[in-house]
């Protein structure tokens, strides 16, 4: 069970888009939709943002969006903003009650 | 409101255990039907899943820590706890607590973290 690939750092403007790829084997993902997305400012907890590939728990403003084809997870971040740069991480449930996170993200707003 | 507290020694020496607690507020673990996990994040790496347990005391571990670690939960208290045995350097880093909710197979709730440095 090996961590997802994310690349290491993504940047922006404020209000452009930008997109966050997870990817992994048929395995990580289980052959589940089970994908979550995390946003982490250090310090504090982290943020549930995406679960079940696209959908976005209540309060999460829908500028966040995500997608999964094959085996490759997408988190989209629309419209920029400053308090949106963080760490992010993906997340699979694996199957067998375990799951695989990413290595995680770091998005720059410019 | 949901919240839960990582505690715990920030310091532990090579070979020795980590022990660490999760205290739950809002939720009683007891009568839940979510699962409850642990999470590490080691200095400048991501995050990686450590195992969840059921307040009926079944759990799931990461197969790569399954033979250090051992996830327990006291209900009386609304704690789980986790212990991490032959500690090294490589086990340095951030350790949080969250919720797997029940209905949404997500992390949904975590804490704030808590660092452990593997240290003589």
């Known amino acids: 069970q090996s961590a997802l690939t994310q690349p290491r750092s993504v940047s922006g403007s404020p209000g452009q888009s930008v997109t966050i790829s997870c990817t992994g084997t048929?395995?990580?993902?289980?052959?589940?939709?089970?994908v979550s997305w995390y946003q982490h400012h250090p310090g504090k907890a982290p943020k549930f943002m995406i679960y079940?590939?696209?959908k976005r728990p209540s309060g999460v403003p829908d500028r966040f969006s995500g997608s999964k084809s094959g085996n490759t997870a997408s988190l989209t971040i629309s419209g920029l903003q400053a308090e949106d740069e963080a760490d992010y991480y993906c997340?699979?449930?694996?199957?067998?009650?375990?799951?695989?996170f990413g290595g995680g993200t770091k998005l720059t707003v410019l | 409101q949901l919240q839960l507290q990582e505690s715990g020694p920030g310091l532990v020496k090579p070979s020795e255990t980590l022990s660490l607690r999760c205290t739950v507020s809002?939720?009683?673990?007891?009568?839940?039907?979510?699962?409850w996990g642990w999470i590490r994040q080691p200095p400048g790496k991501g995050l990686e899943w450590i195992g969840n347990?059921?307040?009926?005391?079944?759990?799931f571990y990461n197969p790569s820590l399954k033979s250090r670690i051992n996830i327990s939960v006291d209900t009386s208290k609304n704690q789980f706890s986790l212990k991490l045995y032959s500690v090294t350097a490589a086990d340095t880093a951030m350790y949080f607590c969250?919720?797997?909710?029940?209905?949404?197979?997500?992390?949904?709730?975590w804490g704030q973290g808590t660092l452990v440095t593997v240290s003589s």
């Open positions: 048929s395995s990580d993902f289980g052959g589940y939709n089970y």
């Open positions: 079940d590939v696209s």
């Open positions: 809002g939720d009683p673990i007891s009568s839940s039907s979510s699962y």
């Open positions: 969250a919720r797997l909710g029940d209905v949404v197979i997500s992390f949904d709730y």
């Open positions: 997340c699979s449930y694996a199957g067998g009650n375990t799951f695989v």
């Open positions: 347990i059921y307040h009926s005391g079944s759990t």
